[in-house]
């Protein structure tokens, strides 16, 4: 894991999680008062964070193991563990696992999954907020999977099936060179295939008997949860857990890479096909949660730093040159060095560095040079202070691993300031001096031209070993400079130039949820305010017309260059109006589709009162791009080639997500672009079709200020060009299969149902349809996936549309080798959809289908991504937004027969489309 490219870069973490413990000063380090934390008699870790969304618990169980720990015999047993971790516990063996979760509402994928990495392998759930028995019953499920898991051997095989799926589709990551010669030399972090197949059930479980020990995991409770209920349910279903009977020892857990000097021409290390010399210099990690681990990683990174910068400004100029600190492997600290340079030798470059480093020898560093990269360091706290972030769970996840305490962003700053500004030249004397002395491990490429014969071992070593040796210049202090410019971290107030108005009257307002509710206005405006702190600062129009607005034959144009028309707003030029929105750091987006299109600002809470006055200067008094600028973007845009997927226009047809156009014929000129723009203001200002969305942490007077500006706005309603819905295109007549090309080696298989409606489809067969999708998902993973192992990737989508006309699909698909396109059909018409077509379902399923849709639609109600988008949608398609009282209201009033009747009719066998995308055809 990375701990530092520029060492700013880890400022952001170092901030929330500092590396020192509470005894460096004696004294209270002012840790953070929003956080519980604990640990059990047999070492169980807990943090519980009252942060999050409303309606959501996330709870994450981390496991202090990754693939790093394995043994050449055990590769790929770390990430295969994580498999067969959900495949059935004393308690609830093989598929009751599953089931409990089912029966809680969560889906696989969505409330619930694991990830494996190279230290450590997560565990990821969410549940409802104000539920204390689906909290209980979480963790006592976790509990089972981390401590009592029971394997058994179909189960086993079937994960072997589905690992070595994920290796052949290229779930893997790249081996590090730099663990050449070790035990992990060439892991790819899950194993090879062969590795998968001789892995046995005893040799997974004595892993996780090994590692999954209470002293090796800690559980994070990331939401609104009461502590006092939180830590009862702890204590008392984590702390029955016997402690480990053979504790690990830190210093051995992991390999040591100090144990020898490797010297490799062989591996492909170039960037942008420049030639790099790679020095890395390694020693063993040192104590941690000390005064003085502090101190020594600050040197570390500002040495780092000064070195780095000495080496650009040599004579050679080795202008791409990176220096940082690394531990690849915990416990393992690496000084690493990547030398670049233009029409040099790797000798040159080794040269040059070994010059510096005598140089800094000669003379040590200079006071100058330590206070500017301090400083800099200084200046990146502020950054982090003013952000004022909330603690996330990945913070917490990382104060666990590095065992080190979690401490206030002030804090934090404090103690960068107290050593920094007391370190002084020879803080880095003895560092500067026996660095080169450390193992190594050096890597170059002998295929590229920097490289000759005689740049071998032997010369290598040699040069640095004779450093001391060698007669150097005094060193001349080039003052360093920033490598990037300090960003804009804070708003600068700046008025908006927009005369005042009277509000208008808010004609209804309707509570919604929490902090969460609709005006309406006289003028046809619908807005939706989320006044929340955890919600970013935005203002969005969603509008329920797009390009059908738009002339057949401007379509294609529109849709290619509308971003390009509006130049600024008010009475702003273009540069004045750029000037103000970096003042306000607000940013505008706008997007269309076939049957919609959204404009939003986006910002800082400090600004929110300006970005409204701004989205009323953009939908009433928006200006013209200057004719000459838009032309230039617009032709570059125009001249731009892109790669034609015939499958997704295809696709968005049959499911009316498409449109028909023209391709691009008129010749760009001043009038085109006034048509242009003429449409891009008609969307715009459509108001009447739209809804407003606003949110963030709000001021008081929210209410006043959107009755003023947007209250106020006359809207136009565009003219509706009528598309004609052809049958004959959407209806499939019989099965209707079309093969496409793409470049991907395996093959993407898609089943697509569609009907359409003669009366007014509601929200509630908008659910039933997303039910069906649910469903649909499910038996493939129990049929296709784990019952065949034949797939590699599935999915499952549905959607409903209410203009131009009453329709729905469902699409069913998933990736496959194309020698078993054929055998996986079979199975699919047989064990899938065939049941399907005939309406066969359980009663108990369908109760579980929408247990599952309760957890997706109420538990995630106060999702911003989902209030800003699909929220909103539906809020469009059925003219009214539900409360999560309604919408669960809407989902138990799903009936079996109702759904049994639904699919059946959805699922027609006999009419539908297959649509395969291939590897190598031809169109």
Same mark, same amino acid.
């Given at each position: ?157 079937? !994960? ?24 992990? !030399?060439?892991?790819?972090? %899950? ?156 000798? &040159? ?9 005598? /140089? ?157 509710? /609709? ?104 200006? /013209? ?33 498409? %449109? &028909?156009?023209? &391709? ?51 809207? !136009? ?155 909103? /949608? ?50």
């Amino acid at each position: 894991m990375n701990r530092i490219i520029e060492f700013w870069c880890k400022l952001t973490f170092l901030i929330a999680v500092l590396t020192i413990s509470c005894p460096i000063f004696g004294q209270d380090l002012s840790l953070r008062d929003d956080i519980t934390t604990g640990k059990l008699k047999n070492g169980f870790t807990y943090y519980l964070v009252p942060e999050g969304e409303p309606g959501k618990v996330r709870i994450r169980m981390v496991a202090n193991v990754g693939s790093q720990v394995e043994t050449y015999e055990e590769r790929g047993v770390a990430h295969l563990l994580e498999h067969m971790i959900f495949k059935g516990t004393k308690s609830f063996p093989g598929e009751k696992s599953k089931e409990a979760f089912d029966q809680l509402g969560l889906r696989f994928g969505g409330d619930y999954n694991a990830t494996t990495n190279s230290t450590f392998t997560n565990y990821r759930f969410q549940i409802p907020s104000n539920n204390n028995e689906h909290l209980r019953q979480n963790l006592f499920l976790l509990k089972e999977m981390m401590f009592d898991i029971q394997m058994e051997q179909e189960a086993f095989e079937v !994960e072997k099936k589905v690992v070595i799926e994920e290796i052949n589709r290229g779930e893997t990551s790249d081996a590090s060179p730099y663990l050449i010669n070790t035990a992990l !030399e060439g892991h790819n972090g %899950i194993g090879t295939i062969a590795d998968i197949e001789n892995k046995t059930l005893k040799g997974v479980q004595d892993f996780y008997d090994k590692y999954y020990t209470p002293d090796q995991l800690a559980l994070i409770i990331y939401g609104d949860v009461d502590p006092k209920i939180a830590k009862k349910y702890i204590k008392k279903i984590y702390g029955k857990v016997a402690p480990a009977a053979h504790p690990l020892d830190p210093e051995t857990k992991y390999i040591d890479l100090t144990k020898q000097t490797v010297v490799s021409g062989q591996y492909e290390l170039s960037r942008n096909h420049k030639p790099t010399l790679v020095l890395a210099f390694k020693e063993r990690e040192g104590e941690k949660g000390t005064y003085a681990a502090f101190k020594k990683e600050l040197v570390d990174n500002i040495f780092c730093s000064i070195l780095e910068h000495r080496l650009k400004n040599t004579e050679k100029k080795l202008s791409r040159t990176t220096i940082s600190t690394s531990t690849l492997v915990p416990g393992n600290n690496l000084y690493n060095l990547r030398l670049q340079a233009d029409k040099m030798s790797y000798s &040159e470059m080794l040269e040059a560095f070994c010059q510096v480093v005598a /140089q800094a020898r000669k003379g040590g560093f200079d006071q100058r040079e330590i206070d500017f990269y301090v400083n800099l360091r200084l200046s990146r706290f502020e950054e982090a202070i003013n952000r004022k972030e909330r603690v996330s769970i990945d913070a917490l996840q990382n104060a666990f691993l590095k065992g080190e305490p979690l401490q206030t962003p002030k804090a934090a700053y404090e103690l960068m300031a107290k050593v920094g500004n007391a370190l002084k030249p020879a803080d880095f004397t003895e560092l500067l001096s026996t660095f080169t002395t450390y193992p190594k491990t050096i890597l170059f490429d002998e295929t590229q031209d920097a490289y000759t014969p005689n740049f071998d071992e032997a010369l290598i070593l040699e040069k640095i070993a004779k450093i001391n040796d060698l007669d150097v210049a005094p060193f001349e202090y080039v003052e360093p400079v920033r490598k990037f410019a300090k960003r804009q971290v804070e708003v600068v107030q700046a008025e908006v130039n927009i005369e005042d108005r009277k509000a208008a009257a808010i004609v209804k307002r309707i509570p919604l949820g929490e902090n969460l509710y /609709q005006l309406k206005y006289k003028n046809g405006a619908s807005v939706v305010v989320y006044n929340s702190p955890i919600a970013p600062t935005m203002i969005k129009l969603m509008g329920k017309d797009g390009l059908n607005t738009i002339p057949k034959e401007d379509r294609a144009l529109f849709s290619k260059t509308y971003k390009y028309l509006t130049g600024s707003f008010g009475t702003y030029s273009n540069s004045e109006a750029y000037t103000l929105r970096k003042q306000l750091m607000v940013k505008d987006d706008e997007s269309v589709s076939a049957y919609g299109y959204e404009f939003a600002l986006t910002g800082k809470p400090e600004s929110a009162v300006q970005m409204i006055q701004l989205f009323n200067l953009y939908l009433t008094a928006s200006q /013209q791009e200057e004719t000459n600028a838009f032309l230039k973007s617009a032709d570059r845009q125009l001249s731009k080639t892109s790669h034609v997927d015939a499958y997704e226009p295809f696709k968005e047809m049959v499911t009316m997500q498409g %449109i &028909e156009t023209e &391709e691009v014929n008129a010749k760009l000129d001043e009038a085109v672009m006034n048509r242009l723009f003429s449409y891009n203001e008609q969307l715009k200002k459509n108001i009447g079709n739209a809804i407003i969305y606003v949110s963030g942490d709000l001021p008081e007077n929210i209410d006043e200020l959107i009755s003023k500006y947007i209250g106020t706005i006359k809207g !136009e309603k565009p003219q509706r060009f009528e598309e004609q819905v052809a049958n004959d295109v959407i209806h499939p007549k019989g099965i209707i299969k079309k093969d496409f090309p793409w470049g991907k080696d395996i093959c993407l298989v898609d089943y697509l149902f569609n009907k359409t409606s003669a009366q007014a489809l509601s929200f509630k067969e908008d659910m039933v349809n997303k039910v069906l999708k649910q469903y649909a998902w499910e038996k493939l993973l129990e049929i296709i996936r784990k019952k065949y192992g034949l797939v590699y990737a599935m999915g499952s989508t549905s959607e409903t549309t209410t203009y131009p006309t009453n329709f729905q699909y469902t699409s069913i698909r998933y990736m496959i080798d194309e020698k078993n396109i054929i055998k996986a059909h079979n199975i699919m018409v047989e064990e899938v959809l065939g049941p399907m077509s005939r309406g066969e379902i359980s009663d108990k399923d369908v109760e579980k289908l929408k247990a599952m849709m309760e957890s997706l639609y109420l538990m995630s109600f106060y999702d911003t991504k989902r209030l800003e988008g699909e929220y909103l /949608q539906q809020g469009l398609k059925y003219g009214k937004l539900l409360t999560r009282a309604e919408i669960k209201e809407t989902i138990q009033s799903i009936s079996a027969d109702e759904f049994r009747a639904f699919m059946k009719e959805m699922i027609d066998l006999d009419h539908y489309f297959l649509l395969i995308k291939k590897p190598n055809i031809n169109n």
